[in-house]
């Protein structure tokens, strides 16, 4: 092989390497993340299950991932109920009981 070809050989390795790297593995990462839910922020905490620690009425108090938080329903709930995360407003979370006899219900 004379050097023509080994030249051109490699600066057409180089710029398929240089594709693939730069244009076909960036675009198959961002596909794959918009399939995944938020780890962050308030989008996160939607359709997460929490436990009541406090309830009077229509608001109270609910346990999620440790961190306690004002929650409101409108249902009446009571102490150690698991409730569903249906919408988050500021630091106020809406939430809707999980039906006991679902086997999908963590247990808290």
Do not use: Y
């Amino acid at each position: 092989m004379d050097g023509g070809k080994l030249f051109l050989v490699i600066a057409l390795g180089v710029l398929v390497f240089e594709v693939v790297e730069h244009v076909i593995f960036p675009l198959v990462w961002s596909w794959s993340m918009r399939r995944r839910s938020p780890l962050i922020g308030m989008e996160s905490m939607l359709e997460k299950h929490a436990q009541v620690l406090r309830w009077n009425r229509t608001t109270g108090i609910v346990r999620l991932e440790g961190e306690e938080w004002k929650a409101k329903s409108s249902k009446v709930l009571a102490p150690g109920d698991v409730v569903r995360i249906t919408q988050v407003d500021s630091l106020t979370l809406t939430v809707v009981p999980v039906a006991q006899e679902n086997d999908t219900c963590p247990k808290l």
